[in-house]
């Protein structure tokens, strides 16, 4: 079945760089995404990459794929205290072999700490 | 951008009661929408798929008589937690599949449960 791990906790040091780590399972992903938490809270969708892709950046973010080794990363420059959450890692998935509705498989998250 | 709005954000509700979590998706239409679940400090995992018009497609180990979705427009699906006890009580997330966009997924904010 499909399987998405990160670890748990990352710390860093304000005004550091911040990488999350992914790995995922399922290679006919068609889409990876990391979403934010912020406590009591929805997800919120960071950014995304289309499995062709092997970076994207968007600002502060920058997504960097590896797709031969199902690796996903996502770097935050200059980590602020708002960047404090939990961000989880996603791909797409195709559940029915019909054709059906894609759903998500997400990974437990990892808490990001920032220290002052 | 595409918002998904989920009412109400946090509920009380005594044993053997019902509580109605509803999913709107404001500015498209979805034929699809999901519903999620999250134990503390766990990740999120997928209760069902809601389907316009037809019957909500569960995942293994969900009862489909103590969790009532009904898809019936558009722009509106419903999570009924039926005779709720506190195990029920979790964070309830949807998120609607905007079929118009690239990445897809929109989440609402979430419904705090809470069974006493």
């Known amino acids: 079945g499909e399987d998405v791990e990160q670890s748990l906790f990352l710390s860093v040091r304000e005004g550091d760089s911040s990488v999350i780590n992914c790995t995922y399972t399922?290679?006919?992903?068609?889409?990876l995404y990391w979403y934010k938490q912020e406590p009591g809270a929805g997800l919120q969708l960071l950014t995304y990459?289309?499995?062709?892709?092997d970076m994207k950046q968007d600002q502060r973010l920058t997504v960097l794929l590896n797709k031969k080794d199902k690796h996903l990363s996502l770097r935050i420059a200059d980590t602020q205290t708002g960047d404090s959450a939990i961000y989880f890692c996603?791909?797409?998935?195709?559940?029915?072999?019909?054709?059906?509705?894609?759903?998500?498989?997400f990974g437990k998250g990892t808490h990001l700490i920032i220290q002052p | 951008g595409a918002v998904v709005s989920q009412h109400p954000s946090r509920v009380i509700c005594k044993s053997g009661t019902s509580v109605k979590i509803e999913c709107r998706s404001l500015d498209f239409q979805a034929t699809t929408m999901f519903w999620y679940r999250q134990f503390p400090k766990q990740s999120l995992m997928l209760m069902a798929t809601s389907n316009e018009g037809s019957k909500a497609t569960y995942e293994q180990g969900v009862e489909k008589d103590k969790f009532l979705i009904n898809h019936a427009s558009l722009t509106l699906s419903t999570l009924t937690v039926t005779s709720a006890h506190p195990e029920d009580s979790s964070f309830y997330i949807c998120?609607?599949?905007?079929?118009?966009?690239?990445?897809?997924?929109?989440f609402g904010s979430g419904t705090r449960l809470t069974v006493v």
């Open positions: 990459i289309f499995s062709n892709m």
């Open positions: 998120s609607a599949r905007n079929e118009g966009a690239n990445y897809g997924y929109t």
């Open positions: 996603a791909e797409t998935y195709q559940k029915y072999s019909g054709g059906g509705a894609d759903g998500l498989t």
């Open positions: 399922d290679s006919s992903s068609t889409y």
